[in-house]
């Protein structure tokens, strides 16, 4: 019966495929256009009709926009193509001229989309030839300016003096490299332009120059005679045909179940990564990568040297061509929908700040998700404020440690106001805060984050997220106020006074008792100097002092993390209070959880992992 069953399949399609031969050969070549361009094969519109198209011929897709622009969809990014020449009749080469469509029109503003140049060199890429018509166009940005270099062009309308940010555009042949840019200096963006076009005009705006595209030089296949490839395709196809009749006729039932149960079992596990792939293709203009798992077995030589280990899984150092170093995070323990892995490629995919962790990349393989960042020298702020030696409360000077924490500010103020859509991190703590090799830092993990519009004033949780000992009272209960972006002041706050102090906020270990508590030994001293702690242990002491540089950050860290929403600042505000005098700031009034002992925080069980009730030194209620 099998055996039957089979022979019949296989005339089935041996007459299929004679059919299409039929319609294939009586079909009439439909060359198609958009607007002033004429598309003929390998490039083709989508949705021309089934019998105008070729499909071993279709290479190149193009979409049609209801303005009649011809758009390139290229390394998930997409362009205008304004013209398209063919070599020769056989189309063995495709030339097109381009533009990125988010910089057709000019304007001051970074190109969205990185044209990666080392896409152009890898084999699979039918763009795998950089024509010598163009130059790569390299946007960086210094912290301070670059002088005597005639490669680093000025970007007049992207420099900000006063923030010692300045951006310069850099025009090379050969894509400019990491090793050699100025030591102040690290990548923003990259792009192409023409080489005429760069040469001689360097008077005229870079963004005007960018507007005119560039060229891709696409490779198209000969194409072989049309009666002779569907010969051959035919008689390949009955002889897979006979081969395969032959083997599944005697050897049927073992295979269809091994195909069942490979079949169940695929199911199972493509349940839990449709969400993310349906997330993906919505997401055409992310700027980072995707990689495949081969991709990052090669970046990181078989996951050889691991930099660190947290409750979402390793995070490996990689290394891409041209010596530019990586850290990818491999999501071992990433929620079944993916929401984590979701929340954190939609969040940071979009941000370009100085302060704020760039995104290079990212895997969704199968069961395989993992996030690609830029590499940070130095690590996280933890291990620098938390010192181990009792002798000294931090490794920075106050001046040092003011610098940081305004560069946090500022970058939480970015995820704030400076998007399309207001940022909320959730999460903000001493180990999300990494430090690059200048000791700057940026804001990182954006696995708890939300998206709201800027005109928000408060949002809803459906559970409360973050971290004990950071996490806002009003994501404890409603009844502290309403959730909003002065939940992440208040984390804010707590780092700020953890950075000034040099230790915990809450330190069950602290020898003496008024210090077990941080922010409410602090409050006191600033209201009053004597020091109460040294008269406990009669050592006679009168004076404690604290330098201006740290009762500055004390005092903002208390502002921020008053407990009612209302009476926090914004992250704007706290900017200019880091940016002024400490004569200039009035004294907070006591928080809440002001005495001795920390706060006891309410949660529900489901909310609280075993970790965070086996490390953190606050007292937790857990609710059932």
Known sequence: MAYAVVTLLSFFFIFSHILAFVLHVTAEQCPSSCGNITIEPPVTVRGSPSNCVNPRQSKYELTCDSSNHAILNLFSSDYYVTDISYSSDTYQYITMKVIDVDMANPSCRLPLHSLPASKFMSPDNPYNEFPSSNIWVSFVNCSNEVKNNTMYRPVPCLRKADNKIFVYAIASKEAYRVGNLASSCSFLAMTAMRYDAATNDSGTDIFKLLAEGFTLLARGSRVTPFLLEMFIVTLGTI????????????????????????????????????????????QKDLVPTRYSYTDLI????????????????????????????????????????????????STIGRIHHVNVVRLIGFCSDGSHKALVYEYMANGSLDKFIFSSNNGSNHRFSLEKLTEIALGIARGIDYLHQGCDMQILHFDIKPHNILLDHNFMPKISDFGLAKLYPRDYNFVTLSVARGTIGYIAPELISRSFGLISHKSDVYSFGMLLLEMAGGRKNADQRAEITSRVYYPSWIFDKLNNPIDHDAQEIGTGVAKLVISDAEKKLCMIGLWCIQMRPFDRPSMSKV????????????????????????????????????????TSSDDIVCLV
Do not use: W
Not at 313 to 333: C, D, T, W, Y
Not at 586 to 610: A, T, V, Y
């Open 298 to 345: 090669a970046l990181t030589s078989h996951f050889k040297e691991k930099l660190g280990h947290g409750g979402f899984g390793s995070v490996f150092k990689g290394r891409l061509p041209g010596n530019r170093l990586l850290a990818i995070k491999m999501l071992e323990h990433s929620k079944a929908n993916g929401e984590d892995f979701i929340n954190e490629v």
């Open 239 to 282: 002889i897979n045909l006979v081969v395969a009749h032959t083997l599944f006729g005697r050897f049927v039932v073992g295979p269809l179940i091994i195909c069942g149960f490979l079949s169940y079992k695929f199911r199972k596990m493509i349940a839990s990564v449709d969400n993310v792939e349906r997330f993906l293709r919505m």
């Open 575 to 614: 900017i200019e209070m880091l940016e002024g005098d400490v004569e200039d700031l009035q004294m907070p009034p006591k928080p809440f959880f002001s005495d001795s002992r920390p706060p006891i925080l309410s949660l529900p069980c489901s909310n609280i992992s075993q970790e965070e009730l086996n």
